[in-house]
């Protein structure tokens, strides 16, 4: 695949437009990409900030070709993941293909890039990118509410501005950015938008699920599956499986049928309960017996990094769990979780490819991730104590029958693991005919499985099939 371009400034002094081909299976697809700014403004009128993004579209005479919205997640991350990562038409050449760890780094013309299905727009939220907010507000900005009233607003005008209205209207989101789009789907009926479909990677629906306390047991049921994966991919399981599905197949059972209800005992488990549970669980997470016993059956996902392969003195990625790195001196510290290897690789091209390729420059750095945001954020509305978006999106389905779902989860994910997903799908309060609109798939991988070549280009194949 080869992609060349040439450049043309935009008379509107907001965008910058440059002009692409790019060759993908032996198709020529000529497409523009503008980087640029909207501004948003609240009820009164007032500007509160000016969201940054990069859009490609396809120089085609098609009439009614679909145009997808795309975030990453954090909260406070830029979308540079997904865009260089995933579904942009260019990406990152990574470590697996012989990257190097320290520049100089490689942008690849993107085989599995989805342009060829759908034009793309990648988003930037405020605090993040080159967006940016007026004083005074962004405690307002950095809140489950204020993201989606801002960012809903962003969408309706970028159909009008780009007079795509009547065009077929999709959206992308990672992680926390599945928890956006979920809630999205619903702010945006009040702007007359109906969505045609949502896709969820590593979604992050019900907070409660997955958040590690005390008085909730749910996230020791729903990561077991995970750690089970986890433990099969390091050949740590003392139980013999023949391959991955059967082994997290055999998890998922044992989740629901013994695990659940012994913790559900509480006190009331005995202690020879415990030893026999305790030996059941070493059987398919790796961890040992003794360790189980001393932490009351219960071992939480920083636990589970530090103990899998604790003998060998590494931990293992949170992000994706293949990945490892060494255990710090103090015996209950951990360092920085070793599934973010590729942060330089991503800053570095992302901040070259913005002022070589797409001709965009700002005095201000481009943000990847903003510890800001991410650290004031406010997780209400709540139920309880976690955030719970699923209602949000129920009712975006319920109001629009035709939204279609496709839920895309990474089997070696310890950050929103797959068993979680598909319980809480499994839960989603709908007419039984509207089930169907509801698709979802488990791939070889972590949180960002797409960094997977593999996986890379069977998600490109499964995601033109949801398109189509």
Known sequence: MVCYCCTAISKNANFIKTEHVIIQNGQELPYQAAAGKLPVKNTEGK????????????????????????????????SVWLHLGAFGPKRVKL?????RITAPYELLDNEETLLGVTD????????????????????????????????????RDYLTENQRWNSPKYIIGESYGSTRTAGLSSYLLEHGIFLNGIILVSSALDFKNFVFSEDNLLPYIFFLPSYTAAAWHHNQL???????????????KFAFDVYLPALMKGANLTEREKESLAKQLNEITGISKEKY??????????LFFKYLLEEQKKTIGRMDARDTGCLTVA??????????????????LMNDYLVKELQYKESNPYQIFSS??????????????????????RQAMMVNPELKVFVINGYYDLATPFFNNEYIFQQLDLPEEMRENISMKNYVGGHMMYLDLSTRKELRKDLEKFYN
């Not at 470590?95 to 990257?99: A, K, R, S, V």
């Not at 991955?244 to 197949?249: G, I, P, T």
């Not at 016993?293 to 920083?302: M, T």
């Not at 015996?331 to 570095?348: C, Q």
Request: net charge negative.
């Open 95 to 99: 470590i697996e293909e012989g990257q």
């Open 47 to 78: 500007e509160i900030g000016k969201v940054f993004f990069i859009s490609y579209t396809l120089n085609t005479q098609e009439k009614h070709r679909p145009v997808t919205f795309i975030f990453n997640g954090g909260p406070g991350s830029s």
């Open 372 to 393: 800001e945001a991410h650290m004031l954020w406010d997780f209400s509305p709540v139920s309880f104590k976690f955030l719970n978006i699923k209602p949000f999106l």
């Open 293 to 302: 016993l001393i932490h009351d059956c219960r071992i939480s996902d920083a």
């Open 331 to 348: 015996p209950d510290a951990l360092i920085s979780d070793p599934s973010f290897k590729h942060d330089g690789i991503f800053t570095s």
């Open 120 to 155: 793309l727009v990648f988003v930037d939220p405020i605090g993040t990118g080159f967006s940016s907010f007026s004083e005074g507000v962004q405690k307002d900005l950095f809140s489950v509410e204020g993201d989606c009233l801002y960012l809903s607003e962003f969408i």
């Open 238 to 252: 003392s139980k013999t499986f023949t391959s991955l599905e059967e082994a997290v197949a055999y998890s998922r």
